[in-house]
């Protein structure tokens, strides 16, 4: 057995140096997020650091936080509560950045450490001088598997001459702050993100195949609103091998590749002599490959995803249902062409090239700012590798980052890509507590400090410091900011609902129309009803004048006059009368008109009346309505 191991790591040592080898330009691109030192002042500046492939990197967003360097356990291959260190920030203070040595255990175990110590994220420092490499996950060890999964936060890998500053600093005692940057991780050029993953149909490959599988499955729904929305492209790819000349005919080629060794896969239980062979697995990625071409053809791409899920589901290979059979019956079911998915597989066995895997294998090779796909699963997003767990609302996030700013679909500012921002000090934005409202809004790029949108309300300013509600409308949300005060029923408000209204007691009140506005007592402040048959009451926002005997209050003029209009005794009717007296005087003939005078006053009074009393009847303030005494 142990024979039989090494003669295979060998061949698929070979099958590895195959690919490689005869790309002498072939290149693993690392993906970098940038670094930026902020204080202190003297080490100021952008580094590089490279993202770690596992935890959850903020793609689009960007994070602070404060280094610090552990006195003990400087590997963090232990567990840091050993050692009495805890990493927890107060509230209110920066994050935690924990910088730990390479060396000694896997990157992951480190950063998981640190995590549990409540890290906000890791630095690595690196041990030589040497181009920064990518930070991976074991491939097949259980015990880091239970804990690669519940790594949350990001990790980035220095260079040692950087780390060496770091730790200088740190020692003179200085407060070290730094900026991971994530914004510029994923090209965002305009309003349509093109992504591919590169992917296996492999379902015992162990933790790495378990946690693809399991994405597929959650990021389906996802996957499909973008596509079908058309601010998506996405292409499925699957990487495959091919057996050097001189072994095409030896059992291992002939048991894992098809098409005389140009394509092959590694043996998925790594044992030649049962279970599935490589050529099993070459065989249902070029299905798959088919099922998405002809998906394609027919504008449903995203068909894809659900084929590829319910295989997953209906033909494992633990249950021996890994084949042809299953998989033609999982077609069936979605509605598409069985005929034309064999067709676009053609001949395993024809001694030719398959066009749909000759062209994996050139697209495997990097182009552009895209180096090789080495790394399997591996996500491309606009052209850029993606690094970090395949976790649905981290690969959201980075899709989402590649949206021209904007242009972001809605599915980008949802619940599950949300920062979160907004819960600590409501994000550093302007809000109103007392009416509960906020100009902070969480978004996948972060918190950003906008000026709200209330019930159909907008309010303008800066975001920050001030936000207030211009246009119509302004008096519906927390009554403008103006008074208003309701008492038996009668509701007063200082709020003016025109553009650009401000705050203004209502009449009957007095005061600054925002903090208060006091009720005017007309009988004493503002001489009303005041004639001699009058008698004055206040009332909240108003007064009432009543008179004595059968008389009539005449508000407008402030008077008293008798029912039937012949007699009036006030203050204008005094003037009236001296007037007539003095008339009568001066003309003496005027007494032959005397009655007629008296006639045209009874209708001039019906009129002023007839005026009035409907006015009174649909006055704004019940309280304005008068008395009227029989
Ligand atoms: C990882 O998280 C899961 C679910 O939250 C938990 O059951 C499991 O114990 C965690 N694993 C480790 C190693 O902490
Ligand atoms: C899928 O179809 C679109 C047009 O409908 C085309 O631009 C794209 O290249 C196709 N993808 C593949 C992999 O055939
Ligand atoms: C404020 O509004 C948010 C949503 O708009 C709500 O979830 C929250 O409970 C409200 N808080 C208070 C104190 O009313």
Excluded at 76 to 85: L, M, Q, S, V
Excluded at 149 to 175: C, H, Q, R, V, Y
Excluded at 426 to 445: L, M
Excluded at 482 to 489: I, K, P, T, V
Aim: aromatic share 8%; proline share 4%.
């Amino acid at each position: 057995m142990a024979l039989k191991r090494s003669s295979l790591n060998l061949f698929l040592g070979f099958l590895v140096i195959s690919l490689i080898a005869p790309r002498s330009i072939a290149r693993f691109v690392v993906e970098k997020n940038s670094l930026r030192v902020t204080s202190p002042d003297k080490i100021k500046g952008t580094y590089d650091s490279a993202i770690g492939n596992f935890g959850i990197p903020q793609y689009g967003g960007s994070m602070a936080g404060a280094v610090v360097y552990p006195k003990d356990n400087k590997k963090g291959c232990k567990e840091f509560d050993g050692f009495g260190i805890s990493f927890q920030s107060k509230p209110g203070a920066l994050p935690t950045f924990v910088l730990v040595d390479r060396g000694d255990c896997f990157f992951a175990l480190k950063v998981w450490n640190a995590q549990k110590a409540g890290a906000s994220a890791v630095l690595v420092a690196d041990d030589m001088e040497e181009p920064l490499i990518t930070m991976d996950t074991p491939a097949e060890d259980a015990s880091s598997a239970q804990y690669i999964e519940n790594i949350t936060i990001p990790s980035a890998l220095i260079e040692k001459s950087f780390s060496e500053t770091l730790k200088k600093a740190l020692s003179n005692g200085d407060m070290v702050n730094v900026n991971l940057d994530w914004r510029e991780a994923v090209p965002h050029p305009d309003d349509r993100v093109e992504y591919e993953l590169w992917t296996n149909s492999n379902d015992e490959c162990g933790v790495k195949c378990d946690m693809l599988m399991e994405f597929v499955k959650d990021f389906r729904g996802a996957a499909q609103i973008l596509e079908k929305g058309g601010y998506t492209q996405f292409t499925p790819h699957y990487i495959t091998w091919y057996c050097p000349q001189a072994f095409t005919l030896s059992r291992q080629c002939k048991s894992q590749c098809i098409n005389h060794g140009r394509y092959c896969a590694p043996d998925p239980e790594q044992d030649f002599s049962s279970g599935y062979d490589g050529k099993d697995v070459v065989l249902e990625n070029l299905r798959q490959l088919c099922v998405f071409k002809v998906a394609n053809e027919t504008k449903k791409p995203w068909v894809w995803w659900d084929y590829v899920t319910d295989f997953q589901i209906r033909c494992p290979m633990k249950e021996k249902k890994y084949n042809k059979e299953c998989a033609d019956a999982v077609i069936k079911s979605l509605g598409l062409d069985g005929k034309k998915i064999d067709k676009c597989m053609g001949d395993p066995k024809a001694n030719s090239d398959n066009p749909v895997l000759k062209e994996e294998q050139d697209a495997q090779v990097g182009k552009g700012t895209r180096g090789d796909v080495t790394i399997l699963p591996t996500l491309v997003v606009n052209n850029r590798q993606y690094r970090g767990k395949l976790e649905k609302g981290a690969v959201l996030k980075a899709l989402c980052s590649g949206f021209e700013e904007t242009t972001e679909p809605a599915v980008c500012l949802s619940g599950d890509v949300e920062t979160n921002e907004c819960l600590d000090n409501n994000g550093g934005c302007w809000q109103d507590k007392i009416a509960n409202i906020t100009a902070c809004r969480d978004t996948f790029r972060g918190r950003v400090c906008e000026c709200p949108l209330v019930d159909g309300v907008q309010f303008k300013g800066d975001g920050y410091k001030n936000c207030e509600v211009s246009g119509s409308g302004r008096c519906k949300i927390n009554n403008g900011g103006c008074w208003h005060e309701s008492q038996d029923g009668h509701t007063f408000s200082a709020c003016l609902d025109v553009d650009g209204g401000k705050c203004q007691c209502p009449p009957g009140f007095k005061g600054d129309g925002v903090k208060s506005c006091l009720d005017v007592d007309e009988c004493k402040e503002r001489k009303a009803c005041q004639c001699p048959a009058c008698s004055c009451k206040d009332t909240w926002g108003s007064y009432e004048c009543s008179c004595s005997g059968d008389l009539l209050y005449m508000r407008d003029h402030d008077t008293c006059i008798s029912k039937s209009g012949t007699e009036v005794k006030s203050a204008w009717t005094v003037v009236w009368v001296i007037f007539i007296g003095l008339a009568m005087a001066a003309g003496g003939g005027y007494l032959v008109y005397k009655h007629k005078l008296r006639s045209y006053m009874d209708s001039e009074i019906r009129a002023i009346m007839a005026q009035y009393m409907p006015l009174d009847s649909q006055a704004e303030v019940p309280n304005h309505v008068h008395e009227e005494r029989a």
